[in-house]
């Protein structure tokens, strides 16, 4: 990143500002083709070889992965087709969808995909204008976007191309109005992050920069999911019933756009249309005449901000702080008591891994708040379904012990676990039991107590330790498995920008084993005296992950090379 | 030009740079004429990088101004970065690039023509001993290597002003004595050269100023037989030592040796 015209610290000098003509081009601030085309090829080369560096160097990047996993996500939203072929439903369906992903994903991956730190270094101190500095970051984002947007559309707009009113006009059409939706989608996100930036400042924004992000996760979610409300009809037979609802609906005004563009529409999709243009033009109108200018110095400032303290972070020890690190006292052996240390440490102090994994949070509350806000916790047996609120409640519940196993193995320190390789000890793997711990002790532990309590709040206490009991365990399960399956270091893997997107799509595919965890909760919800036999098991599988992983994790460790 | 005759090719009035209430850098003024090479020695947190980095425009300065050849660099920050070359002091590299690629792309970023730019790619990579590793990426490359690459990236717009921090960290005798004369020579054709260094030795035989910091301030400015006669001192580590050791070297010496040993006397 760079900390453009102004550079980027901290404080500004009185004559600091760049002048800004109104937002008009100037001298200083004008759009540079033939440095945004090298920032833009730079970006795309790099965000397709970024996973070769570090351990491991897997052969295939994350993000030609993510684009499969969107590719096959694709193909399911576009089996709708089969269950109605009204152009609009189809359209709201698939775009709804897509738009919610990459909105979140940029939400999730902001610290990388928009505030790209390694930038700083390289271009701060050549003649780039914050002008061009922006637009080089959105058309990468852009680039990123469009790609996880087409892969997740594409489908629909063959199979729609091929069945639907309209043809290949309403393929194209579709097509053409997923991608603006989604590119708007990111856009908005990127521009309200970067608004904020502008109009508070930076150093009291950064302290509330996670939990931001938890809010953007939890509106994000909760708009996606209060969508079938708003419709009014029934998502899951794909009936909709037009009215007042699609004003305020982003995804249906490009929906709307694409049923009227493709000529297939009903005389209100033009409106919609209207609306999608407007906002899109009102959208990207804002960014180029306002946030693009001085986008560079907020975004250095960002880069160049002091390391926070340990009074600023509240490492200072104390007695609550002892508490809360209750979990080293599982440790047993001092590289474990080190893993867990260095894991605390790190997310105490560094905001760019709290921004990475915090928003995982947002999920489970949004499914949370939306089970509060229709009553379905009041009556939870009352018909179980494999996509009800406490389907999606679970899902992100078990997203979050994911979320922290893969994102704490990132830093921007990566290139420090040379220690890890050169320090003499006995089994390396404990480094990562130690951090696991942490993370288990620190946020996935008080999470599901909190998860309980609020479920205590709002559902029949049977109905809720039995829930809880299932969400909880798979969780854990899922935490084992997933460092079983992927071993890494703590804080030892480069920080990808393109390696949330694909975690995403996987946790999309993440469906069957969350079917058969559903699948669990409908036979106790039948016959509660299953739960006898289901809760035991799903206990027994985590303890067999754990141990499993305690076991063979050196192993899976020694054959990873430091390579920084 | 008008500009920088009047003023110097580098000029810094009152630089300083505040972070969170400590002051890292406290009021440098310093004027550089053109075709000077311009050494900046302090110990480690003395300030040097800072100092670069807001010269560079990489940090704005909470007070002062920094002037490249008459152009602030906050103000006017496109005309004075265009006059610039910078080798920083940690690798600022995109190491998934090749070498090649990383030079065409800062090359494009400068306005460089292309075909200038292959050009002087293929002679840079060449004449540093990159040939045979510039179309690999550089997370392979050895530190040595980088530091080659970040020399032909801040040479390769042909920079009037170069901000070298420690240029020589990392490379070979050969490479380094290679540098030390190109530098010497870049400042007999006129170019301008800020030098930040521990390496005494090379800035004693290089630099035909030395500037000393210490704690921010600038406690010694002159060329090297001054800073001698000032000091009264044979050598310039000498000067450096008296100006900036913060005690009685070889009582810290025994300190730490016996901190390692564990024989406490």
Redesign the interface.
């Known amino acids: 990143m760079k900390?453009?015209?102004?550079?980027?610290?901290?404080?500004?000098?009185a004559?600091?500002r760049?002048p800004s003509a109104g937002g008009l081009p100037t001298?200083?601030n004008r759009l540079d083709w033939?440095?945004l085309?090298?920032?833009l090829s730079?970006g795309i080369?790099?965000d397709l070889?970024?996973s070769?560096?570090g351990y491991g160097r897997r052969r295939v990047p994350p993000f030609v992965l993510a684009l499969v996993l969107y590719v096959v996500m694709g193909s399911f939203l576009s089996l709708a087709i089969i269950t109605t072929r009204d152009p609009f439903v189809v359209s709201l369906f698939t775009i709804s969808a897509a738009m919610f992903m990459t909105a979140l994903s940029v939400v999730m991956d902001y610290a990388v995909v928009v505030v790209s730190p390694?930038d700083?270094?390289?271009?701060?101190?050549?003649?780039?204008?914050s002008r061009t500095y922006f637009w080089a970051r959105m058309a990468n984002l852009f680039f990123y976007v469009g790609a996880m947007a087409g892969a997740l559309a594409g489908p629909a707009a063959i199979v729609g191309g091929r069945m639907l009113p309209g043809g290949a006009a309403f393929g194209v059409s579709f097509f053409a109005l997923a991608l603006l939706g989604c590119l708007a989608a990111a856009s908005v996100v990127v521009f309200v992050y970067a608004a904020a930036i502008r109009t508070v400042s930076y150093r009291r924004l950064t302290t509330a920069m996670t939990y931001v992000h938890v809010g953007a996760t939890l509106a994000l979610t909760l708009g996606y999911v209060f969508l079938p409300q708003l419709i009014g009809g029934n998502m899951r037979a794909l009936a909709v019933e037009r009215g007042a609802w699609m004003y305020w609906a982003p995804p249906a005004w490009f929906a709307g756009a694409a049923s009227y563009v493709s000529g297939a529409g009903l005389p209100g999709d033009g409106l919609l249309a209207l609306i999608a243009f407007v906002a899109s033009v009102l959208v990207f109108g804002v960014a180029a005449r306002t946030i693009s200018l001085d986008y560079s110095?907020r975004i250095?400032e960002v880069a160049?901000q002091?390391p926070e303290?340990a009074a600023d972070s509240g490492a200072a020890r104390g007695a609550w702080d002892r508490l809360r690190g209750y979990g080293i006292a599982f440790c047993r052996t001092e590289a474990e008591r080190a893993g867990f240390e260095l894991m605390q440490a790190s997310m105490a102090r560094d905001r760019k891994l709290r921004s990475r994994v915090y928003p995982a949070f947002g999920l489970p509350i949004a499914a949370y708040v939306y089970g509060v806000l229709t009553g379905a916790f009041r009556t939870p047996d009352a018909a179980p379904r494999d996509l009800d609120v406490f389907t999606i409640l679970g899902l992100y519940c078990v997203f979050v012990s994911f979320f922290f196993t893969s994102a704490t193995a990132a830093s921007d320190q990566w290139k420090a676990s040379w220690v890890f390789h050169a320090a003499p000890l006995p089994r390396r793997s404990d480094l990562m039991t130690g951090a696991r711990a942490l993370v288990l002790s620190r946020y996935v532990l008080p999470f599901f107590a909190l998860l309980f309590v609020m479920l205590v709040f709002v559902m029949p206490l049977a109905a809720a330790v039995s829930y809880w009991a299932l969400v909880f365990l798979a969780s854990l399960f899922a935490f084992a498995l997933l460092s079983f399956a992927a071993p890494h270091f703590p804080l030892s893997q480069p920080v990808e920008r393109t390696g949330r997107a694909g975690q995403l799509g996987l946790i999309a595919m993440f469906g069957a084993l969350v079917a058969v965890l559903m699948a669990a909760r409908r036979a106790i919800a039948v016959m509660p005296a299953a739960a006898a036999v289901v809760l035991p098991a799903l206990a027994a599988a985590a303890i067999v992950a754990e141990l499993a992983l305690r076991s063979r994790l050196e192993r899976r460790l020694a054959g990873r090379d430091f390579?920084g | 030009m008008d500009r920088e005759r009047a003023e110097g090719a580098i000029v810094f009035e009152g630089l300083r740079?505040?972070?969170?209430g400590v002051e890292a850098v406290k009021g440098v003024s310093l004027r550089i004429p053109r075709g000077q090479i311009c050494g900046y020695l302090g110990p480690n947190g003395a300030g040097k990088t800072t100092t670069v980095?807001?010269a560079?425009?990489?940090?704005?300065?909470?007070?002062?101004t920094a002037l490249i050849e008459g152009y602030d660099?906050?103000?006017?920050?496109?005309?004075a970065?265009?006059r610039?070359g910078?080798v920083?002091e940690?690798?600022?590299?995109?190491?998934?690039?090749t070498a090649r690629?990383y030079l065409r792309?800062?090359g494009?970023?400068?306005?460089v023509p292309p075909t200038e730019i292959e050009d002087k790619t293929a002679t840079f990579l060449r004449l540093f001993g990159l040939s045979d590793a510039a179309d690999r990426?550089m997370?392979s490359y050895s530190k040595g290597m980088k530091q080659r690459v970040l020399i032909s990236a801040a040479l390769i717009h042909n920079p009037s002003v170069l901000?070298l921090d420690e240029p020589l960290s990392g490379l070979d005798a050969n490479t380094a004595l290679v540098l030390k004369e190109l530098i010497r020579e870049l400042a007999a054709q006129g170019k301008t050269v800020f030098y930040c260094s521990h390496v005494l030795e090379v800035v004693e035989r290089v630099c035909h100023r030395v500037v000393i910091l210490n704690h921010g301030e600038v406690v010694a400015d002159g060329n090297v037989q001054e800073l001698k006669e000032m000091t009264r001192q044979g050598s310039l580590e000498a000067v450096f030592s008296q100006l900036t050791s913060p005690g009685d070297l070889s009582e810290l010496v025994r300190a730490l040796s016996e901190e390692v040993t564990g024989e406490h006397r």
Not at chain 1, 120 to 129: G, K, N, T
Not at chain 2, 56 to 64: E, Q, V
């Open positions: 900390a453009g015209e102004t550079g980027g610290g901290g404080e500004r000098s004559g600091g760049v001298r200083e033939t440095q085309c090298a920032l730079v080369r790099l070889r970024r070769r560096a390694e700083y270094d390289v271009i701060a101190m050549r003649p780039v204008s110095r250095g160049t002091a303290s390579d | 740079k505040t972070y969170d980095k807001m560079t425009g990489m940090l704005l300065p909470t007070a002062g660099i906050v103000r006017e920050p496109m005309e970065k265009r610039i910078v920083p940690t690798g600022a590299l995109y190491e998934n690039l690629e792309f800062v494009r970023l400068y306005h990426v997370t901000f």
